[in-house]
T-cell receptor
Framework: NAGVTQTPKFQVLKTGQSMTLQCAQDMNHEYMSWYRQDPGMGLRLIHYSVGAGITDQGEVPNGYNVSRSTTEDFPLRLLSAAPSQTSVYFC?????????????FGQGTRLTVV | AQRVTQPEKLLSVFKGAPVELKCNYSYSGSPELFWYVQYSRQRLQLLLRHISRESIKGFTADLNKGETSFHLKKPFAQEEDSAMYYCALRGGNEKLTFGTGTRLTIIP
C-alpha cells in the first residue's frame, strides 16, 4: 500500500497565484482532512471530509477550497495565494470505525508564497 | 468546541531520566485521545491512543477525565525519543484536533 500520497513536495508561488495540492489514499478511508503546520502553532485543521460528496470547514478554512468527488482523492485549492499561507501542509486519512481511528499522514507539502 | 493544550513547546531531558509530556483537553462529550509523534524527516505517526491502553516504545498515557488530562510518560528516556510530540483529540463530530506540540530533546 502506498498509504497517503501528497503532491507536490515543494512549491513556490507568487502572491495571487492559485494552485491545487493533491492528496490521494488507497486504504478506502472515509475520513480525510487537511492541516497546516506552522512553528509554535501545531497542526491546524483547514477542511475535512467524512465521505465522498461531504466536506466541512475546520479552524482555518479562509482562502482554501476542497472537494471530495471520490473516496480516494481530497484536493486542496488555494484560490489566491498570500504570504500568510506559507506553511507545511499535511493531508491525513482514517477510518470512521471508532475501534480503529488511527490517522495516516502524507509526507507533507512545503509551500512558500512570495 | 474541542481544544487541546500542550503547555511546553520545548522539553529537554537527560538520557535515562523520566519523561512527562503534558496534555490537557477541553471537550464536553466523551473524547478519543491520541499521542502522535514526528521523528526528524519522517511522517507524523500514531504513538498510542487511550482506548488501547497499551505501552508503545516504553511510553504510556492515562486518560484522567477528572483533570481532563492525557499526559505522556516514559520512565527512562532514550536518545531515539527525541522528536516532536502532538496530543490530539477526536470528538463526536469526528474532527481530529491537535495541540501545538512539544519538541522533546534527549541529552546524551
Amino acid at each position: 500500500n502506498a498509504g497517503v500520497t501528497q503532491t507536490p513536495k515543494f512549491q513556490v508561488l507568487k502572491t495571487g497565484q492559485s494552485m491545487t495540492l493533491q492528496c490521494a489514499q488507497d486504504m478506502n478511508h472515509e475520513y480525510m482532512s487537511w492541516y497546516r503546520q506552522d512553528p509554535g502553532m501545531g497542526l491546524r485543521l483547514i477542511h475535512y471530509s467524512v465521505g465522498a460528496g461531504i466536506t466541512d470547514q475546520g479552524e482555518v478554512p479562509n482562502g482554501y477550497n476542497v472537494s471530495r468527488s471520490t473516496t480516494e482523492d481530497f484536493p486542496l485549492r488555494l484560490l489566491s495565494a498570500a504570504p500568510s499561507q506559507t506553511s507545511v501542509y499535511f493531508c491525513a486519512s482514517s477510518n470512521r470505525d471508532r475501534a480503529n481511528t488511527e490517522a495516516f499522514f502524507g509526507q507533507g507539502t512545503r509551500l512558500t508564497v512570495v | 468546541a474541542q481544544r487541546v493544550t500542550q503547555p511546553e513547546k520545548l522539553l529537554s531531558v537527560f538520557k535515562g531520566a523520566p519523561v512527562e509530556l503534558k496534555c490537557n483537553y477541553s471537550y464536553s462529550g466523551s473524547p478519543e485521545l491520541f499521542w502522535y509523534v514526528q521523528y526528524s524527516r519522517q511522517r507524523l505517526q500514531l504513538l498510542l491512543r487511550h482506548i488501547s491502553r497499551e505501552s508503545i516504545k516504553g511510553f504510556t498515557a492515562d486518560l484522567n477525565k477528572g483533570e481532563t488530562s492525557f499526559h505522556l510518560k516514559k520512565p527512562f528516556a532514550q536518545e531515539e525519543d527525541s522528536a516532536m510530540y502532538y496530543c490530539a483529540l477526536r470528538g463526536g463530530n469526528e474532527k481530529l484536533t491537535f495541540g501545538t506540540g512539544t519538541r522533546l530533546t534527549i541529552i546524551p
